[in-house]
C-alpha cells in the first residue's frame, strides 16, 4: 500500500536552501516520519536561489506580506504563485510540516512586524503555509511535531 504523503520544508531533510545556503537536517523529524512518504519543498530557494536576501513577514493593516529586507520589494507573489502550483501538482499531501519561523513555511511561529518595523507577534503564519491551511491540510511547525 502506499504511503501518505508529508509535505516537509526541504531544509528539513539536509537541503542546503536556506538564505545562508545552510540546512536545518532535523533527523529525529526525519525518523518519526518513516510511515510517510515526504515530498520536500522550499518556495524561497525556488523563487530566489541560495543564498539570498533575507525577508521578513510584513503586516500593513491590510494583509501580511513578505517584504525583502534588502530593499523593501514585496516578494509574496512568486511565493505563493510557487505554493499554488506545489499543491496542484500533489493533491494528495496528507500533512504538512513546516520549518519554525520561517515568513513561508511557519505554521504558528512567525515574526509579523509592522510597517515601521515594530515587532506585533510571533505567532504569525508563513505564506506556503496559509496555502495548505486554506486547502485543509493538517499543518505542524517541526518543533512542534508529534505522532
Ligand atoms: S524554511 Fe522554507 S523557505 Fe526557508 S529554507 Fe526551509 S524550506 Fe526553504
Given at each position: 500500500m502506499d504511503k501518505p504523503k508529508v509535505a516537509l520544508s526541504a531544509c528539513l531533510m539536509g537541503?542546503?536552501?536556506?538564505y545562508d545556503a545552510r540546512d536545518n537536517l532535523n533527523?529525529?523529524?526525519?525518523?518519526?516520519?518513516?510511515?510517510?512518504?515526504?515530498?520536500?519543498?522550499?518556495?524561497?530557494?525556488?523563487?530566489?536561489?541560495?543564498?539570498?536576501?533575507?525577508?521578513?513577514?510584513?503586516d500593513n493593516g491590510e494583509g501580511i506580506n513578505a517584504i525583502s529586507n534588502e530593499n523593501g520589494q514585496n516578494l509574496s507573489v512568486p511565493i505563493l504563485d510557487y505554493a499554488h502550483n506545489f499543491f496542484e501538482q500533489h493533491p494528495d499531501i496528507k500533512l504538512f510540516i513546516g520549518k519554525d519561523r520561517s515568513p513561508s513555511c511557519a505554521v504558528q511561529s512567525g515574526k509579523v512586524y509592522s510597517n515601521q518595523k515594530e515587532l506585533l507577534h510571533t505567532q504569525g503564519t508563513g505564506l506556503?503555509?496559509?496555502?495548505?491551511?486554506?486547502?485543509?491540510?493538517?499543518?505542524?511547525?517541526?518543533?512542534?511535531?508529534?505522532?
Open positions: 537541503c542546503a536552501c536556506r533527523e529525529s523529524l526525519l525518523k518519526q516520519l518513516d510511515s510517510f512518504e515526504i515530498v520536500p519543498f522550499c518556495p524561497e530557494d525556488d523563487c530566489f536561489g541560495s543564498p539570498r536576501p533575507t525577508m521578513d513577514l510584513i506556503m503555509t496559509k496555502i495548505a491551511l486554506d486547502l485543509g491540510i493538517k499543518c505542524w511547525d517541526s518543533e512542534a511535531y508529534t505522532t
